[in-house]
T-cell receptor
Framework: DQQVKQNSPSLSVQEGRISILNCDYT??????FLWYKKYPAEGPTFLIS?????DKNEDGRFTVFLNKSAKHLSLHIVPSQPGDSAVYFC????????????FGKGTLLTVNP | SQTIHQWPATLVQPVGSPLSLECTVE??????LYWYRQAAGRGLQLLFY??????ISSEVPQNLSASRPQDRQFILSSKKLLLSDSGFYLC??????????????FGNGTRLTVT
């Protein structure tokens, strides 16, 4: 039972364009959502998060949108840069869970120069 | 500032051999500690977490165990490795005082290959 789903295993975009990574979830008890970026042989690094009481959070080139009714969130990267090429994981935390995160399988983003 | 250390970075072990991976956190006290694993083609799966010394919660039944002998030390072990234990093991921590306001920082991971 996969509670966090990233249905696109890979995405390729041109430098300067927008990258949109999508994530769907099924658990209504999730109250906090995070995006992590991961390079090979390294641990994930935190990118941006959003609380369930918000529908948008922005940090520089990165914006996360949350649609609670659709149980869907997305990460927008504008403009995309070659250094953004990495695997992006969507994660969700269940309310009162001692910060146990449930992760999606990740989306490999490739930004072409 | 807080830092998290994991070692070794890579490990190749034969089937049936024991395993010990160590994680330590500096610059904080009484953190929550977590072990995650990323298997090939899969997302990160929570294996164990600990809210205090000697307190371990297991998330999935498996061939592995965890221990927390000191406040900032978290150890992942196995008595006999299986091929299916291969993967990328990640330690993470969080400040219990900021459980609801901060992200979960990860260590750099250990790549385990069981042959």
């Amino acid at each position: 039972d996969q509670q966090v789903k990233q249905n696109s295993p890979s995405l390729s975009v041109q430098e300067g364009r927008i990258s949109i990574l999508n994530c769907d979830y099924t658990n209504s008890m999730f109250d906090y959502f995070l995006w992590y970026k991961k390079y090979p042989a390294e641990g994930p690094t935190f990118l941006i998060s959003i609380s369930s009481i918000k529908d948008k959070n922005e940090d520089g080139r990165f914006t996360v949108f949350l649609n609670k009714s659709a149980k869907h969130l997305s990460l927008h990267i504008v403009p995309s840069q070659p250094g953004d090429s990495a695997v992006y994981f969507c994660a969700a935390r269940e309310r009162g869970s001692n910060y146990k995160l449930t992760f999606g399988k990740g989306t490999l983003l490739t930004v072409n120069p | 500032s807080q830092t998290i250390h994991q070692w070794p970075a890579t490990l190749v072990q034969p089937v049936g051999s024991p395993l010990s991976l160590e994680c330590t956190v500096e610059g904080t006290s009484n953190p929550n500690l977590y072990w995650y694993r990323q298997a090939a083609g899969r997302g990160l799966q929570l294996l164990f977490y600990s809210v205090g010394i000697g307190q371990i919660s297991s998330e999935v039944p498996q061939n592995l165990s965890a221990s927390r002998p000191q406040d900032r030390q978290f150890i992942l072990s196995s008595k006999k490795l299986l091929l299916s234990d291969s993967g990328f093991y990640l330690c993470a921590w969080t400040d219990r005082g900021r459980l609801y306001t901060s992200p979960l920082p990860f260590g750099n991971g250990t790549r385990l290959t069981v042959t």
